[in-house]
């Protein structure tokens, strides 16, 4: 997948971002503004690493340990999200528009999807009174494409 594909609203994104900042009383600083642009323009899903290996080409003494606490204030604000079910290291996904993931098992690949009805599911009522429900999400698990491939291969083989 193209690393450009959340791009073209990234500038929308940075105002939404800046706003969240101002309402939960964060200052706007280098750091913060770094992490977030980073982060929305993977689509990889990435771990707080990954993110610093790249924040560090425009910052390039941010210490793991700065993007890692920036990249959970983003996750509090809702400015990002840690993307379920991918164990430690935990990852993360700026893109907050509707929509899906698929984890490969194997070669740990976050896929986005969207499909529409799982946008809005059902919480049963049971649970609405015993649980505050933070987020609700559809998330699949099992093979790509790619790691299908080989699979069916080395069976042939
Ligand atoms: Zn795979
Ligand atoms: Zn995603």
């Given at each position: 997948?193209?690393?450009?594909?959340?791009?073209?609203?990234?500038?929308?994104?940075?105002?939404?971002?800046e706003k969240r900042c101002r309402q939960h009383g964060l200052k706007i600083t280098p750091q913060r503004v770094a992490v977030y642009k980073t982060l929305v323009g993977m689509d990889t899903h990435p771990t707080a690493e990954e993110v610093c290996q790249k924040v560090r080409d425009e910052i390039?003494?941010?210490?793991l340990d700065t993007v890692n606490r920036t990249l959970h204030t983003l996750s509090e604000?809702?400015?990002?999200?840690?993307v379920e079910g991918t164990g430690q290291p935990r990852?993360?996904?700026?893109?907050?528009?509707?929509?899906?993931?698929?984890?490969?098992m194997k070669c740990g690949k976050v896929i986005?999807?969207?499909?529409?009805?799982?946008?809005?599911?059902?919480?049963?009522?049971?649970?609405?009174?015993?649980?505050?429900?933070?987020?609700k999400t559809v998330y699949l698990e099992g093979l790509?494409?790619?790691?299908?491939?080989?699979?069916?291969?080395?069976?042939?083989?």
């Open positions: 997948m193209p690393e450009n594909q959340h791009n073209s609203s990234n500038d929308n994104k940075l105002v939404d971002f390039s003494n941010i210490s604000i809702g400015a990002a999200f840690v990852r993360f996904d700026g893109g907050l528009e509707d929509h899906q993931h698929f984890l490969c986005d999807f969207h499909h529409k009805p799982f946008d809005n599911i059902d919480i049963p009522d049971e649970l609405k009174g015993q649980f505050k429900i933070l987020r790509c494409g790619m790691c299908m491939h080989i699979e069916n291969k080395s069976i042939i083989e």
